[in-house]
């Protein structure tokens, strides 16, 4: 099946741990982005990717790192850096950068304990 | 940067009635308007979308609506039925580097029986 793939669904982090997040496209799709969501808010941007070997900060970047070595691949590390980490995280892609549509993966809850 | 309100945060109606969701944006660049919609802890999901140059997009029982003038456009969901029962999302771009969609806070639907 065609689709964005996060994995894990649930991860639980202590505090100080660095995590990474998981996120696998097979829709060919160039752009690639990371949203976080809190509970009663909009979703904000972290990080996202045109093409592979590159990225840009979003909003919200501090205390998150990525890596694009594949176009099918964009991981999020959550470093210890990352003040508030327990949010709801979801990738994203689109076939490109000139205002195509969005499509999402099911999310990936982070909690810390 | 663009700032996108979305309004009501809750609304509640009746099987059978319509359902409107309004959404202004400061950006005049703004061009692109989707709609998601996001059931409990999954990714939010493409509804409808709708550009600057057209005014009114329909699908089926779902409308939206464009007034670039006043920079707000609307969601209309007709007959609602209880599996409309989720969290809708505005959001707006200019498209372009990285298609950076700034979303409103979200409505919570609640159709009832």
């Known amino acids: 099946d065609g689709g964005i793939t996060q994995s894990p669904k649930y991860l639980f982090r202590k505090e100080g741990q660095n995590v990474t997040l998981s996120c696998e496209q097979n829709?060919?799709?160039?752009?690639m982005y990371w949203y976080r969501q809190d509970p009663g808010q909009g979703l904000r941007l972290i990080y996202y990717?045109?093409?592979?070997?590159?990225?840009q900060k979003g909003d919200i970047a501090e205390g998150y790192s990525v890596s694009r070595e594949k176009k099918e691949s964009f991981p999020l590390t959550v470093t210890s850096a990352q003040k508030n980490p327990t949010a709801f995280y979801l990738c994203?892609?689109?076939?490109?950068?000139?205002?195509?549509?969005?499509?999402f993966g099911e999310g990936s809850w982070l909690t810390v304990v | 940067g663009e700032n996108v309100e979305q309004h009501p945060s809750t609304l509640s109606v009746q099987e059978g009635d319509s359902a409107v969701i309004k959404c202004t944006y400061s950006?005049?660049?703004?061009?692109?308007f989707p709609w998601y919609k996001q059931e409990l802890g999954k990714g939010p999901q493409l509804i409808i979308d709708?550009?600057?140059?057209?005014g009114e997009k329909k699908d089926q029982r779902i409308a939206v609506t464009l007034n670039k003038t006043a920079k707000h456009f609307s969601l209309h969901i007709t007959e609602t039925q209880p599996e409309d029962s989720a969290v809708y999302f505005c959001?707006?771009?200019?498209?372009?580097?990285?298609?950076?969609?700034?979303f409103g806070t979200g409505t919570q639907l609640k159709v009832e029986l």
């Open positions: 994203a892609s689109s076939t490109d950068n000139s205002g195509n549509t969005i499509y």
């Open positions: 829709l060919n799709h160039d752009a």
């Open positions: 990717s045109q093409i592979v070997n590159d990225f």
């Open positions: 950006d005049s660049a703004s061009n692109y």
């Open positions: 709708i550009r600057s140059n057209v």
């Open positions: 959001a707006a771009s200019r498209g372009g580097g990285g298609n950076k969609l700034t």
